[in-house]
């Protein structure tokens, strides 16, 4: 199997996840730039996550216009992907979903969404909330061209996932399996710090120090992050599309 | 296939999604206007949404009762949708279900439920709750005869939905497709809303003009809109019935 | 098929109903007065309700005593149910469950459960909470004799439910499938007041006079009591074991 | 079989519950005390628990090393296990996971996490809270030595079960059957505190003599225990594993 087609499987295996950890429904998308061009990204065309299979992934630019003549319809959303691949060349692949759990973050703006749980650690410090209606006034909320989407990924800056006011999130990581994990943790330490805030008292945040700790022993392809790889791909009904990078 | 028959067809696919969406379960009913004549409309006999079938499909008029000689039982309340669809031309489907998260804001009725998430904007700048106890007294909360249903029509006027108080709520749209997903999100932005409140702090809410964007913007058979469909139609297990129109 | 058998397949259906609506897990039970002795119940051996069938029905009396000779392991609440029915001639079926979001209003006693939707009416106006330590003292929390069981019964008095504290509930109705309806709409009625309260200001209640319209209004096989029975049978895999009994 | 061999089974069978009943997912871990010598326990190697096997169970010794050459990885939190065996002579089996409302009690510790239903009793009189950062500063949480897991284990004390801060739990007990179903029921117990709290007023927490009666009248293999335990075992998909000793 060439590397393309062993990144585009893994593709595949993360739409599912997504789909079966409930981060997508028939909304939101997952992309990874592509192995043999960092000007290019894959990423199904218009179709339901947990729909997708090899054939339905498309190469595009970082316009996000497809880089073959394509006649099947896109996602209209894409160009969250185009810009966060454009404005930052560390990232390799990127999610943006609508996980319900996230969203009361984006609404009720004076509490801050941050890690309170270790697998939370991968948001990071700091979690902004990006509103389109900031600079673009009164929209369908959705990014529908590159000047929004420059103006999310703007926001987003160097952090790992940025809220999007009434309507979701972007996340970046340096690997599929990163970002995927971080998907499926964020609406999960989202709950954890809702119930604890309603439980009262003062919330013991992960410190800046922990969560350096953590990010400096992660790596996509260790023992601990293939386990939940595996046993979600499985759980999706993907397992044998697994195929694990040797070293 | 006959006009009829596809429409039928997509009755029978609502029904199967909301039962699979958990918004109703061996209660609530969707229904459609006839397309031959706008004075009848379509909706199951008394069967849970779950098990209904093309052959379960009956023909009512606007004042409830078969068009056609029938001896199968049907729903007690289906006057909801005579009532609906006899004051709103405009409108071809409707949905009465009980779907819990939505069953809150009719009870406690100092807060109004509001379009806080992109995918709730259908539900329109406001939503209002009918009691029937305010002109009806002590009844079952059951509206079964047209007086009722008129009632809560006049409640629901130009609204996209309303709220019934201790009951559930009534749903009108310009087809099938947008009374579903309509009806599908309405929970969902029910429960972002209660746990934003529960964050405290000022809430954001769509704008006017974000909600009239939204609405300006959908078409229910576009891509976007088809791609919702055709996948809670395969989770319902009825992907099988689809049958998109052409154009 | 006898009567008899009728009612031990009734009781079969009614066990797998509560299992498959997470009103019980292993613990948990149903059971019904002998339709040819009003001083015997049918009820399960000792087994998880999700795996019971006709075989595993058992015949007691109303001290909880095996009216044949058993080896097999019972229930150790069964008095719960003798209770009952000693205590309540009217009463037909009876259920003990654990239902999870029924406990809070047992452990937080100063917030009274009442019917808030028009399908938890079935519970009445009061629902008293029974605490076992008050006559008892410290106990393991189980009803496993006469004596506690008949202290319940008295807490439960003409009602359809009693809490019991830090424990689950007990519920007795006219019917076996009354019996069960209730029950799975008790967590169902707890879950929207307890979103209620959560959203703040004045609570609607159910007025007394819409309590006893629901409950004039009502019989057990009705083509909309029969629908739910039919729908929540099927769900839990033994829609082959419906029966409806002529008229 | 040898008893060996019929731990392992039983070993099998509570990693695939725990996974079936929300207590883990492809993180967290149970052992057992190896049968024939005290100084060593059996746990899975790496492996998401809902898919271990009879052969993916390896020895290890209370350091946590293993008693065999192994070339499989080995969960690297295992050391928790080894601190807890060789601190509690009484205790046979443990797990350590993140059953995800537990964590709100670890994050948000004025608020202390007891019993508040019966099937919560055996987590006891406390449950305290570990925090890592206390003895090692900032970590990435995890307990990846002896040295933090004497720490916990020390904090763990005679208790039945501790938080672990921003982390998950770790329970300890005197059979494989006693610490799965005290790791089932700790977040159920919690989310009958947490809304009861909500819900306000003061919260009837068991008795010091309840919970002490509870544990007098506790024996891991009697019917009611056991019914549980081949319920969660047919629902795990394992039934078939299962077998119950003599006596």
């Known amino acids: 199997m060439s590397n393309l087609d062993a990144v585009i499987q893994e ?29 290019r990204f894959l990423i199904a065309r218009s179709l339901a996550p947990e729909l997708v299979g090899p054939e339905d992934i498309v190469e595009l630019d970082l316009d996000g216009q497809p880089v073959r003549s394509e006649d099947r319809a896109l996602y209209l959303e894409r160009f969250i992907h185009a810009a966060i691949f454009a ?51 009164d929209t369908n909320l959705l990014v529908t061209n590159m000047a929004q989407a420059n ?5 987003l800056g160097g952090h790992s996932v940025a809220l999007m006011r009434g309507h979701g999130f972007a996340a970046a990581a340096l690997s599929l399996i990163e970002v995927v994990r971080l998907s499926v943790y964020l609406p999960r330490n989202a709950r954890a710090l809702m119930r ?52």
Chains 1, 2, 3, 4 share one sequence.
């Open 11 to 39: 593709l595949v295996i993360a739409n599912r996840i997504l789909a079966r950890e409930d981060v997508v429904d028939a909304y939101g998308h997952v992309s990874v730039r592509h192995p043999g061009d960092p000007n």
């Open 87 to 137: 404005a930052r060349p560390d990232v390799m692949a990127a999610v943006h979903a609508h996980a319900e759990d996230t969203l009361p973050f984006g609404i009720a703006q004076e509490v801050k969404l941050r890690p309170v749980i270790h697998s939370g650690s991968f948001i990071g410090t700091e979690v902004p909330v990006w509103d389109i209606a900031d600079n673009f006034g």
């Open 151 to 155: 103006d999310l990924a703007k926001c």
């Open 196 to 247: 604890a805030m309603q439980l009262g008292g003062e919330i013991k945040y992960l410190s800046q120090g922990e969560i350096a700790a953590r990010n400096r022993g992660y790596r996509p392809y260790s023992v601990e992050t293939w386990r939940t790889w595996e046993y979600w791909a499985k759980k999706a009904g993907c397992g044998h599309l697994l195929s694990r990078p040797e070293g």
